[in-house]
């Protein structure tokens, strides 16, 4: 039995998957949400939003739904999801974004700086980075095409297992946005790597 290893509120960790190796992603208190970037061993694959939406055909993912490679590789699999929310529809959050969208000035914790300096500590070069999957987050995309926050919908200790199709460098970030997170203060996530 694997033993979970947190990701501190508002911050990143780094992870290296082996094909066919399957990572839990926990939301312990639940209500939080999270950014998932993937690139192969090598770096010169980056996960793709795009192309998940091409072969998928929607902007959700859950069970059985695989998350596609810029170069049409599949990178992972979604085996389970107690949740079944999850978007690919934002970039992680920024220092740009959050002075542009809410006028902060001073530094704030944030995915895109939390991702690659997780990424860069395994050795790969993330920018420019790849559209985060974003775990748990849960947006409405209105009628008329607006996006409408809600909060998650884990509660706490829910989990998605998404196996490993390839050898993979992963980083993953509690987001601190409070727009994603029901508007609490960030919480942590926890994952497990499960052999096999
Ligand atoms: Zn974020």
Redesign the pocket.
């Known amino acids: 039995m694997a033993t979970w290893q947190v990701v501190p509120a508002g911050q990143g960790a780094g992870l290296r998957l082996r094909r066919g190796q399957e990572l839990r992603i926990i939301d312990p208190e639940g209500g939080q949400s999270g950014?998932l970037v993937a690139f192969s061993r090598d770096g010169r694959q980056r996960l793709s939003n795009g192309r998940t939406f091409d072969y998928g055909a929607k902007i959700y993912v859950s069970t059985g739904d695989v998350l596609w490679s810029d170069r049409s590789n599949p990178m992972l699999t979604i085996v389970s999801d107690q949740v079944g929310r999850h978007d690919f529809l934002y970039s992680?959050?920024s220092l740009e974004m959050y002075r542009i969208q809410y006028g902060m000035t001073e530094y704030h914790a944030?995915?895109t700086d939390n991702l690659c300096s997780a990424l860069r500590e395994l050795g790969i070069e993330p920018e420019p980075l790849p559209t985060p999957l974003n775990v748990f987050m849960n947006v409405d995309v209105a009628e008329d095409g607006r996006l409408v926050f809600a909060p998650p919908k884990s509660r706490a200790g829910d989990s998605i297992v998404l196996r490993a199709e390839m050898d993979l460098a992963i980083a993953l970030?509690s987001?601190?946005?409070s727009t994603?997170n029901g508007g609490a203060p960030p919480k942590p996530l926890a994952f497990e790597i499960e052999a096999v």
Do not use: F, V, Y
Request: glycine share 0%; proline share 10%; charged share 10%.
């Open positions: 950014d992680a959050c944030n995915c970030a987001c601190p946005a994603c």
